[in-house]
């Protein structure tokens, strides 16, 4: 098929029934791209995972640690009110952040702040006293 970067093909080896490798020189044929298809989708990100509401057990300024045993996303809409700096970071540098400034009277500003958290990463959100709503994919 003209659409095929490359090929997958059946590796050797004790998992040859699960395993694929990479080879440019070779096209699908329709049963390597239903296994390609398969082993993607049993472990694919957002493969079992529900987007989860976990606002009343999130707190601005507190690290927490995916130990899921997979990538996460962590999605967090918040509201600014005046000169703010928004951070979501994780355990080495910030990873999703916005600076507002603004000195009208009575305007809110919202925005949302979304990262991929790495199992076994920390994150936390700073800048703000509360979040208006913390949704984590996991």
Request: proline letters at 2%.
């Amino acid at each position: 098929n003209a659409g095929d970067v490359g090929a997958a093909t059946t590796a050797q080896g004790t998992n040859a029934d699960n395993a694929v490798r990479f080879n440019a020189a070779q096209t699908l044929t329709a049963p390597q791209k239903a296994q390609a298809r398969n082993n993607i989708g049993a472990s694919g990100f957002g493969v079992g995972q529900t987007w989860q509401n976990v606002t009343a057990s999130r707190a601005v300024g507190t690290a927490y640690i995916n130990n899921t045993g997979a990538p996460i996303v962590v999605s967090i809409f918040v509201t600014v009110l005046s000169y703010e700096f928004v951070d979501l970071s994780n355990s080495d540098q910030s990873i999703g952040y916005a600076w507002f400034s603004h000195s009208a009277s009575g305007v809110d500003i919202k925005t949302t702040l979304t990262a991929i958290i790495p199992n076994g990463e920390s994150y936390k959100l700073n800048g703000l006293t509360s979040a208006d709503v913390w949704m984590e994919l996991r």
